[in-house]
């Protein structure tokens, strides 16, 4: 930066003496005016009025550099707030100058290839002709610019007014270059005490995420970067994590701890400095890919406790204005070790809080009691489940004495404790009795000592297995379902009578022509036929796992996935579907040998939400399913008969299927009561070549028929079911398809059709 030697001598030079007095009196003022200044805000204002005056211009500006971000700034006042206007000292009519160290003069600002025309496209001012100059101190240090835009009179700007403009500058530089180190030291003193401000604030913060938080932040801010994440070392994985926003929540991070350049840092306990993040082999550009974040810059520094304990790193990227300096490094590291007991603090709290957590959890899920005595046989803790048995409120339990919560014919609970206390022995009581609230409970007692880690006496521990409601709702539940299921429902523990919302496939089957059946057999055959078919049908509906709900009559309702849910119920379903059919079939085949009318059934499926519970009086109970996928599923068992189906599922179950089916699309309904269309499916698994001959291209020719059907295509779809229809003539659906084209063909449908059929009846 090299620049000629300029003095107020080359100034004066060609003026004559009033005018080297006026200078002289304008440069006395300036520097009386600017020493008057409290802020760099304020010289830097008064001195770029004071230049532009003097040299005639319509607008001035002052830029100071910045060694640290490698830029030059001005600082412009809008309103009460005051913005600061950045760019590098390298860059336009300024950063020459700047680096040169030469003034120029610019009489057309557009036609200059150094000019950036876009600050005047954004402030709406013209830019014609340009006066710029070096702020050089007295040592020939250049610390900025100083540029006058548009000379108002007289013509351009001239080399008199260059020379005025640089001593104007240079006799302003050491008012500058004070008070910017004044402003410098108060802003690092101001770092300086938020920063220990922090660092306390922090220290008694024992919130794991607002530490990470807090830490990033100023990370971030301290080192003037865009991000930075902070990582903590989880020994019991073998991973960093970090905690990050996601929302209106709090999500983690977590990645191998040996892995990438965090990985490298954490495990070699050496910090990493990138300048250039591409160029490095250990950075992993997936991370951008997936967040549309571009990294330049990466300084990675370990975490490190007191006891020289590497327990995490701190990442911090993309420095602005270049790469991470050494200093940046030593700032960074000084940081994280102020910070290092504030972070084991949390985590410790986080963990100790967690452990708390976790054991108050798993008490008060479990469906036995647990107490807690302590030495004095005084009442600490109850968990939810201790609390139902003992028909209480812990408020009333809480310093409760043994002997005052075991009385009278419970008293024998108290001579366990004290047995317990002083033989340290466990005490296990099978099937014992509790009267409370006059009512007899039958539980399994345990009686445990507590002890500490010096073997010292805490106190004791009971815990209660509540067996009586065990023993009264397996008589019921063996009534509702077969006795594996009722056992698999009491192993779970849970009051799966009560009432729940849950979803289920339902199944209703009913017999077709019952009435005739019944006037031809008579009272007594109808219920010796009602037995047997039953019999069947239950077999097949208890083998997979289902609940018979009721018999309706002669139909058959029942639920799979209540109350006990399975991760395959609609297959269940539809599998105890076909068995029922083929076990029809087969029943039907010994029937009509023996002379007897055959019995067909219809049956529906559909899966959705079902409340289940006890529903009834007090005199009468039924555990049974109510809801809207009920009623559909009766809507699809009579529905069988309008499409000459056995089984019809709705397509809810249909989508919630796990295995391959062979099934065809009977059609889109909106059943009675409704008003959304569903689409209903026939089931057709139970079928072999002799009572469906060439399905697989039956069903090709049905399904070609119902896309034509959907297009409005009705002569096309007509052919394709005739096809299906011509390989199987018995194929009642089918036909019903030909002859509904059959209609539509002779009486087109108007523009708002939309192949939806609407049932009239249930």
Not at 719 to 728: G, Q
Not at 742 to 754: F, K, S, Y
């Amino acid at each position: 930066m090299d620049g000629r030697p300029e003095d107020a001598g080359s100034l004066f030079a060609n003026q004559d003496r009033d005018h080297r007095v006026a200078t002289l009196q304008r440069l006395l003022d300036l520097s009386q005016e600017l020493a008057a200044k409290d802020s760099l805000d304020e010289v830097l204002a008064a001195l770029v009025a004071a230049t532009t005056q003097a040299t005639g211009g319509e607008r001035g500006s002052l830029f100071l550099n910045d060694d640290h971000r490698q830029e030059l700034y001005s600082r412009v006042a809008e309103g009460t707030a005051t913005r600061e206007i950045r760019f590098r000292n390298d860059k336009g009519i300024a950063g020459e100058v700047f680096h040169s160290g030469q003034g120029v003069i610019v009489e057309d600002a557009y036609a200059d290839a150094r000019f950036n025309s876009s600050i005047d496209q954004q402030t709406g001012f013209t830019t014609r002709s340009i006066l710029s100059c070096p702020v050089r101190t007295a040592r020939g240090e250049v610390i900025g610019v100083a540029q006058v835009l548009n000379k108002q009179e007289g013509g351009g700007f001239t080399e008199d007014d260059l020379r005025l403009l640089e001593t104007m500058t240079r006799q302003a530089a050491v008012v500058l270059r004070g008070i910017q180190d004044v402003e410098r030291i108060d802003t690092m003193r101001r770092q300086e005490k938020a920063f220990l401000d922090l660092v306390a604030s922090l220290t008694a913060e024992l919130d794991l995420g607002n530490v990470l938080r807090r830490i990033m932040d100023e990370a971030t801010r301290m080192l003037d970067a865009e991000r930075s994440t902070l990582f903590l070392s989880d020994p019991r994985t073998g991973e960093l994590f970090s905690r990050v926003a996601q929302g209106e929540s709090v999500g983690e991070i977590r990645l191998p701890n040996h892995l990438g350049i965090a990985g490298a840092v954490f495990t070699s306990g050496e910090s990493i400095n990138i300048p250039h993040a591409y160029a490095d082999l250990r950075f992993n550009p997936a991370f951008d890919r997936k967040t549309g974040f571009f990294t330049r810059s990466i300084l990675c520094v370990p975490v490190v406790n007191k006891a020289g304990q590497v327990i995490g790193v701190t990442q911090v990227l993309n420095k602005r204005g270049g790469p991470f300096s050494d200093s940046d490094e030593q700032r960074l590291k000084g940081f994280t070790a102020q910070v290092a007991i504030a972070l084991e603090n949390a985590k410790l709290f986080e963990d100790v809080q967690n452990m708390k957590n976790y054991n108050e959890s798993m008490l008060e899920s479990m469906s036995n009691g647990v107490l807690t005595l302590d030495e004095d046989g005084r009442m600490v803790t109850c968990n939810r489940a201790g609390l139902r048995i003992l028909r209480a409120d812990f408020d009333d339990l809480r310093g409760l004495p043994a002997e005052e919560l075991f009385t009278g014919d419970n008293a024998w609970v108290v001579e366990r404790l004290w047995a317990v206390a002083e033989t340290t022995a466990p005490d296990v009581t099978m099937d014992a009795e509790l009267m409370l609230e006059g009512e007899r409970v039958s539980l399994n007692l345990t009686v445990l000592p507590l002890r500490s880690g010096e073997d010292r006496h805490l106190g004791t521990m009971l815990m209660m297995e509540d067996i009586s409601a065990e023993k009264r709702v397996k008589a019921t539940m063996s009534r509702y379902m077969d006795p594996a299921l009722a056992n698999q429902v009491l192993e779970s523990r849970e009051d799966l009578l009560g009432g729940a919302a849950s979803e289920a496939t339902v199944l209703f089957s009913d017999v077709r022509s019952f009435t005739t059946l019944t006037e031809r057999l008579g009272a007594q055959g109808t219920v010796q036929l009602l037995n047997e078919y039953f019999t069947l049908m239950v077999d097949c509906i208890t083998r997979e796992g289902g609940m018979l709900d009721k018999f309706i009559g002669d139909a058959i309702m029942a639920g799979f996935g209540v109350p006990v849910a399975h991760d395959d119920d609609p297959d269940r379903a539809v599998r105890a579907a076909v068995a029922m059919i083929r076990a029809l079939d087969q029943w039907n085949a010994r029937r009509e040998a023996e002379g007897e009318m055959p019995v067909h059934i219809g049956i529906g499926l559909n899966t959705d939400v079902v409340v289940s519970g006890n529903i009834g009086s007090p005199k009468r109970m039924d555990y049974t399913m109510i809801g809207d996928g009920v009623n559909l599923a009766a809507r699809l068992e009579s529905a069988c008969k309008f499409y000459h189906a056995r089984v019809l599922l709705s397509d809810h179950t249909l989508k919630k299927l796990r295995g391959t089916y062979r099934t065809r699309e009977a059609d889109r309904v909106i059943v009675k009561g409704k008003t959304e269309p569903v689409a209903v499916h026939e089931l057709l698994d139970f079928h072999d070549e002799d009572s469906f001959p060439d399905i697989m291209e039956a069903l090709g020719y049905f399904r070609e028929g119902s896309e034509k059907y959907r297009h409005r295509d009705f002569h096309g779809a007509r052919r394709a079911f005739a096809e299906a229809l011509a390989l199987h003539p018995g194929d009642g659906l089918a036909r019903l398809w030909v002859a509904r084209c059959d209609t539509l063909i002779a009486e087109p449908p108007g523009d708002d059709w939309n192949g939806v059929w609407v049932m009239e009846t249930k």
